[in-house]
């Protein structure tokens, strides 16, 4: 009898320990589960509207506000977007990453998100207008939320982590005394919010920004190796140390560390 209830309780301890041991495993797998989800995400959902712009080959958003240029060569392609008012922060938000899905509205939305870079403005003029939060997609990007018949759609939308392929590129324009540098495939947040340059034979300068994000020096630099610290609006840095060599010219871009 006593081997008996012996096995019982060992048999009861067992039953004991595999519960305790699974709910130890729901535990971590919830968890990793749940970090997972919100991998990237740098924000809540917030309610907008979305339209579009630029045509079928998305060629009229080119240039823009934020100074980028030609935006398939500069790697973001046609996964952009123009920003109102209330979100693009007179420039200081181009660069930054956003989620968006099309909600609401089931005769038009189409399933899925989109991941989109700011890259333009959209100035004050109906749905642009203050306070509104709205995003003026190109054409072929809107295609994959909503369809083109729509026009306009409810979406909702999140800052994301955005992910580059390379490191961040800066392109040396200007002349003499006025080295005005456009900053371009931000990892991270983003969005770029101060910058400073260090020549090799001068300390580190901060750069004021000119306008979108070209960042600007007045500081005479011929000669010296170049090197640029660029903080992005979540607070972090990176250092590229003499991206630029000591033969550099303006007109030229060189590629330094990433987010």
């Known amino acids: 009898m006593k081997y008996v209830s012996f096995i019982c309780r060992a048999m009861g301890l067992l039953r004991y320990l595999v519960v305790v041991l699974l709910s130890v495993l729901h535990f971590v ?3 990793v589960r749940n970090n997972h989800a919100h991998h990237g995400s740098l924000g809540p959902w917030i309610n907008a509207h979305a339209t579009f712009y630029g045509g079928g080959d998305a060629s009229g958003t080119m240039g823009g506000a934020c100074g980028y240029g030609n935006l398939y060569s500069q790697g973001y392609g046609v996964s952009t977007a123009a920003l109102s ?3 693009f922060d007179n420039g200081l938000s181009c660069g930054a990453c956003f989620e968006l899905k099309c ?3 089931p005769q038009w939305c189409l399933p899925g998100s989109i991941v989109v870079t700011a890259t333009n403005f959209c100035p ?7 306070p509104n939060h709205h995003f003026d997609l190109s054409q072929p990007i809107f295609q994959h939320i909503a369809q083109y018949r729509a026009g306009i759609v409810p979406v909702t939308y999140r800052r994301v982590r955005c992910r580059r392929s390379g490191g961040i590129r800066f392109t040396v324009n200007g002349h003499s005394y ?3 540098v456009l900053i371009t495939n931000v990892g991270g947040a983003g969005d770029v919010h101060s910058v400073s340059i260090k020549g090799s034979t001068t300390r580190w300068q901060p750069m004021s920004r000119n306008w979108g994000q070209n960042w600007q020096s ?3 630099l011929n000669g010296q190796s170049l090197s640029f610290l660029v903080t992005t609006s979540n607070g972090h840095s990176v250092v590229s140390y003499n991206v630029a060599p000591a033969s550099w ?3 030229q871009t060189y590629t330094g ?3």
């Open 29 to 31: 797998h919830g968890f």
């Open 85 to 87: 008012t209330a979100l």
């Open 103 to 105: 909600v609401n509205d």
């Open 124 to 130: 004050p003029g109906g749905w642009c207008d203050p």
């Open 178 to 180: 006025f080295n005005l």
């Open 218 to 220: 007045n500081s005479y």
């Open 249 to 251: 010219s303006f007109g």
């Open 257 to 259: 560390g990433q987010f």
